[in-house]
Nanobody, 125 residues
Framework: QLQLVESGGGLVQPGGSLRLTCAAS????????IGWFRQAPGKEREGVSC????????NYADSVKGRFTISRDNAKNTVYLQMNSLKPEDTAVYYC??????????????????WGQGTQVTVSS
């Protein structure tokens, strides 16, 4: 079964940057769309950004447009989420997830089949 591992989370001041990494073991990611999702305490998990298997199609939640960039390097079997101009409201556990179906671009949790364990991002002064 596809296993995903997130890394790169941490504590950052408002206005700072982090780059999250999603890596896979035992399977290659190049046939999967990948999504980044986040869940803050007391809130539902929400889609942040999603990317097609080729990397040719991306989408973003309105709250992160212009600040976050999703990308992938299939040769390295890795997907990235570059997060700039971070705000306190970006604080959450961030998860990456994989999907091979046609609905990946909806970027909603129910569409994605395989999930990592998450990495904490805390934006605070």
């Amino acid at each position: 079964q596809l296993q995903l591992v997130e890394s790169g989370g941490g504590l950052v001041q408002p206005g700072g940057s982090l780059r999250l990494t999603c890596a896979a073991s035992r399977f290659t990611l190049d046939s999967y769309a990948i999504g980044w999702f986040r869940q803050a305490p007391g809130k539902e998990r929400e889609g942040v950004s999603c990317i097609s298997s080729s990397g040719g199609s991306t989408n973003y939640a309105d709250s992160v447009k212009g600040r976050f960039t999703i990308s992938r390097d299939n040769a390295k079997n890795t997907v990235y989420l570059q997060m700039n101009s971070l705000k306190p409201e970006d604080t959450a556990v961030y998860y990456c997830a994989a999907d091979q179906g046609p609905l990946f671009s909806l970027c909603v949790p129910r569409v994605y089949d395989y999930w990592g364990q998450g990495t904490q991002v805390t934006v605070s002064s």
